[in-house]
């Protein structure tokens, strides 16, 4: 594609960058048969090859409005489209480089700056999302109902968590929200990483991708820099690994090299935080030998396996949770269309309500489809979207891992 960058983004870092993606397109639209906006509204500006030429114009000073911004906004960035892309176009990184310039010249309304400034705000500190979460479950019937039906029905109990007592050890990242609505993920993945020879460390902090996809894109490398500071000791001290249980976590942080290539202060530290990163699947997947002999014997149930966008389009990671499960006696059913996004999409399912509801349908039919007993899947966010309309369970991989376990 050939560009002709305006004056105001032509020899920055961001325009080096947005230049050389756009160069890469060649307008072949496959993007378009993946991208779950364009198969619900049909329009081209509603996919990834329309979007691409809107941020093209943006780069070359056109005119920027509401209409831009509303397209920009209805892309889910679940990167369907980079895994089918025969070009290998990042649009991930494109995208939000077009947002942070949206963000600059159009103006949002005041209940949607309002609705972002409380969700970045309040949603990155997990005391005060649980403290919200509980307001918000004990008066379900005065909160605005399409609030209220995103509300869990009730918060599981974590359990014990081991204490440290291997050579090997890695650290999790405790994340914003998980604590609050699914404090059971990393607690179960403590007792089954212990079982397998590894201690788990858990550190607090926000991965930093809630403010950054929510127009605080400074703010939201900020927060990546003070992971990076809270990790960078374990680091010194030889830790195995970060190890993410949550998909969307491991998604951002795996890109932490990428967002700090710029910091002279913190690029060397980030690339090599992102290369210590590892999906909870990938450690546990390298110990399924050990794993099979400790099930052995167990009945193993019937689910369907949702694989999280930022698991199979962002890592990149496709079917290495179903080979896991399957490894160790799970029984999966198929799963239509599994590549395409649930709706949930970090905060995408409260700032765009009626595509996200409308994707969580589509995907629940999928997922159902073939009578499996639970859904199981890897992402806090997807689990908890999933389960508010779901006919049956909707659970962590790995907290029913640690149930069959224990049994």
């Not at 090997?168 to 699914?182: E, F, K, N, W």
């Not at 290539?261 to 399924?288: C, F, G, M, N, W």
Request: hydrophobic share 40%; glycine share 8%; aromatic share 6%.
């Amino acid at each position: 594609m050939q560009t002709k960058l305006a004056d105001f983004i032509r020899d920055t870092p961001d325009g080096r960058e947005a230049e050389s993606i756009l160069r890469a397109c060649v307008h072949c639209g496959f993007c378009t048969a993946t991208c779950p906006t364009y198969q619900i509204l049909g329009d081209e500006l509603d996919g990834p090859r329309g979007r691409i030429y809107l941020m093209k114009g943006l780069l070359e000073g056109e005119p920027v409005t509401e209409k831009t911004q509303l397209h920009l906004d209805r892309c889910l960035t679940c990167h369907a489209c980079e895994t089918t892309c025969p070009s290998g176009v990042r649009y991930g990184h494109l995208i939000d480089i077009g947002r942070k310039l949206v963000a600059q010249r159009v103006e949002r309304p005041a209940s949607e700056k309002l609705m972002r400034w409380s969700m970045a705000t309040f949603f990155r500190h997990a005391g005060s999302f649980r403290r919200a979460l509980g307001v918000g479950m004990a008066l379900r019937s005065l909160v605005p109902a399409r609030i209220a039906k995103k509300l869990p029905a009730s918060i599981p109990v974590a359990g014990s968590w081991p204490p440290p007592r291997h050579n090997r050890r890695m650290v999790a990242l405790a994340g914003c929200v998980q604590p609050a609505l699914t404090p059971d993920t990393t607690a179960a993945a403590a007792r089954v990483l212990d079982r397998l020879g590894i201690s788990l460390i858990e550190t607090p902090g926000c991965c930093g991708a809630l403010r950054f996809h929510l127009d605080y894109q400074a703010k939201g490398v900020a927060d990546m820099r003070r992971m990076i500071d809270t990790w960078w000791p374990y680091v010194e001290q030889r830790v195995e690994g970060f190890v993410m249980t949550a998909t969307g976590c491991g998604s951002t942080v795996r890109e932490y090299g990428h967002h700090l290539k710029h910091d002279p202060a913190y690029a060397a530290k980030a690339t090599r935080i992102s290369e210590l990163t590892r999906d909870l699947t990938e450690v546990v997947s390298a110990e399924r030998e050990r794993l099979t002999v400790l099930l052995a014997g167990k009945k193993m149930p019937r689910i369907a396996f949702h694989a999280p966008c930022t698991l199979q389009h962002w890592q990149r990671l496709r079917t290495l949770s179903e080979d896991l499960l399957r490894g160790v006696g799970y029984q999966l059913t198929p799963v239509p269309d599994a590549h395409l996004c649930c709706g949930s999409s970090g905060t995408y399912a409260i700032t765009q309500p009626a595509l996200s509801d409308q994707l969580k349908r589509s995907k629940l039919d999928a997922l159902e489809s073939g009578t499996p007993e639970a859904i199981l899947t890897a992402n806090v966010g997807c689990q908890t979207h999933l389960a508010t309309a779901a006919r049956i369970p909707v659970t962590h991989w790995i907290v029913d891992l640690d149930r069959r376990l224990a049994s």
